[in-house]
Nanobody, 127 residues
């Protein structure tokens, strides 16, 4: 049974930092591309970042490029999202998920495995 458990969210000031973690179990983690996605109040789901199973490639949505970094530790079955220079518009519920999408070499076309994604961790950016 696929299980994804996110943690690390909280309240941060604009310009601050947070590090999210996602512990995975129930599937072959190292073979799975993993994504972070977020959902702000009264908004749709927004894909944020993806990392390949071996960690060799990453892609980001434009609004977080240069501020967020996705990484993974396959020995710990954990994927991370380091968020720096946070903005109020980053406020959302952040989920990690397996991603069955694809890349054309310049961008990622996400296909998030929604049934298996976790409960999420809330990130609030406010002064």
């Amino acid at each position: 049974q696929v299980q994804l458990v996110e943690s690390g969210g909280g309240l941060a000031q604009p310009g601050g930092s947070l590090r999210l973690s996602c512990a995975a179990s129930g599937f072959t983690f190292s073979s799975s591309a993993m994504s972070w996605a977020r959902q702000a109040p009264d908004k749709g789901i927004e894909w944020v970042a993806v990392i390949f199973g071996d960690g060799s490639e990453t892609y980001y949505t434009d609004s977080v490029k240069g501020r967020f970094t996705i990484s993974r530790d396959n020995a710990k079955n954990t994927v991370y999202l380091e968020m720096n220079r946070l903005k109020p518009e980053d406020t959302a519920l952040y989920h990690c998920a397996r991603d069955k999408g694809w890349s054309d070499g310049s961008r990622w076309y996400p296909a998030i495995d929604f049934p298996s994604w976790g409960q999420g961790t809330q990130v609030t950016v406010s002064a």
